[in-house]
Structure formats: structure tokens, C-alpha cells
């Protein structure tokens, strides 16, 4: 049995279930309050339409250190291209509604109305950012997640046309590393970041090193939208 929560208090990590790997807690809310506390511990809401809201936090824990992304050559080639414009925090909303698009092989999403409304509202406090891909004036490819202290937590990603999405996951890494941030929570293990070069942590590890990097770290704000737009890929 898992907890139903009725204040933004997470039970200890160890408490999660190991089938389903990491369910930890249900209940409450979506509200800055609640995604802030869960984030500091590590804890992210994931659940579909018609379910409680449900609290994870499995073990190992996916990250990427944005120094250590792995850009293939044929990714570099398309970088130094600069086949997309780059932007930040112009469109999150949409970024938010193409990664809730359905997809090949995958029913439904969870990424619902409910979860676009919340994520918004963390956009609009400075705590939410979008990475996204642009090509003739439309929106191709992106990501979004949750920046606090010098942690990014990564939530999805999209892509329209080939090698958009990592496009942004290589533009969010070198912005990161530039501000000094500790790490990228992938959250669960996929081949294609594994490619990327993110690597699995014991969640003990990863809850530790959350202690130390979201301590520190720049006030939350909407980010530049050219900030990432003149990076030197040779």
C-alpha cells in the first residue's frame, strides 16, 4: 500500500514500491507548493486521465551531466548546420501540447489538461522552460521541464522532423553547463538518452546530490529566447 497524502510531505524515498518501480505516494495537488517540495526530493507526478495524481520516485534514477552529452558526428554535422533556430521560452504551451500529441504505439497520455495547466503556471513563476527547434517559422522539435537550484528536471521532448529533439538536448546541455548546473533528471531510462550519455544513478546517490545542487542556484526567471542561439558547435 502507498500513502495518500494531504500536505506536501513525501514519505522517505525507500518507501517506494519496486513493482511499479518508484510509486511512492497518491493525492494531493499539482500546485507550485506541491511540485516544488516534490522536486527538491526528487519526487514527480505521473499518472494518466481518470487516476489520482501519483508520486515517483524509482530507483536507479536516470541523469545527464550536461558536460558529459555525447554528440555523434553526424549530430555535430547538423548542429554546425544550424538546420533549426533555436529558442527559449517562446512557445512552452505548444512545446507542452506536442509532447502530449499521441504517438506510434503509445495509448493515450499523461501529460493531460491538468498537467498543461500546472506546468503553465510554473512557466509563468520562472520555474518552467521550453527548449525549442524552429524551421520556416514553425515549431519542429523541443522539450520541457523544471529548472531549480543548478538541477534541471526533464520532463519530455518531441520531434517533427529528424534530429530535432536532440538538437534541444544539446543546446540545453552546453546552456547548462555554462550556469554551472549539476545535472539533468531524466527520470526513467530510455536507449535514446542512454545515447546521449546519460547514465543510471542508486537513487540514495541521486537524492544526495539533489541536497547539494538545489541549494544553490540563480532566482527563478524566464529564460533569454536567444540565450542558446549562438553557441559555436566546430
Known amino acids: 500500500m502507498i500513502p495518500w497524502l494531504d500536505a506536501p ?5 525507500e518507501r517506494a514500491l519496486a513493482e511499479p518501480n518508484g510509486l511512492l505516494a ?4 499539482l500546485s507550485p ?4 517540495a516534490a522536486y527538491r526530493r526528487g ?3 505521473w499518472f494518466s486521465a481518470g487516476e489520482p495524481i501519483l508520486w515517483w520516485s524509482p530507483d536507479p534514477r536516470l541523469v545527464l551531466i550536461p558536460e558529459r552529452v555525447h554528440i555523434s558526428h553526424s549530430l555535430r554535422k547538423v548542429l554546425r548546420r544550424r538546420r533549426f533556430e533555436v529558442r527559449l521560452d517562446t512557445a512552452f504551451a505548444a512545446v507542452m501540447q ?3 500529441a499521441p504517438r506510434a504505439n503509445a495509448s ?11 506546468y503553465l503556471h510554473m512557466h509563468e513563476l520562472g520555474y518552467a522552460h521550453s527548449v525549442e527547434c524552429w524551421r520556416d517559422g514553425r515549431l519542429v522539435g523541443g522539450l520541457y ?3 531549480l537550484g543548478r538541477v534541471f528536471y526533464g520532463e519530455s521532448m518531441f520531434a517533427h522532423e529528424t534530429d530535432a529533439s536532440k538538437v534541444a538536448l544539446a543546446h540545453l546541455c552546453r546552456l547548462l553547463g555554462l550556469r554551472a548546473y ?5 527520470q526513467m531510462t530510455t536507449p535514446h538518452l542512454l545515447s546521449m550519455g546519460a547514465c543510471e544513478l542508486p537513487r540514495k546517490v541521486f537524492s544526495a546530490a539533489l541536497e547539494r545542487w538545489t541549494a544553490e542556484g540563480p532566482s527563478p526567471q524566464r529564460w533569454a529566447a536567444d540565450a542558446a542561439s549562438a553557441f559555436d558547435w566546430t
Open 9 to 13: 510531505t513525501f514519505p522517505p524515498l
Open 26 to 29: 497518491a493525492g494531493g495537488a
Open 145 to 147: 521541464g523544471i529548472a
Open 108 to 118: 493515450g497520455t499523461w501529460i493531460t489538461a491538468e498537467m498543461q495547466a500546472a
Open 33 to 36: 507548493e506541491w511540485l516544488l
Open 182 to 186: 549539476g545535472m539533468i533528471d531524466c
Open 43 to 45: 519526487v514527480f507526478p
Open 98 to 100: 506536442a509532447c502530449a
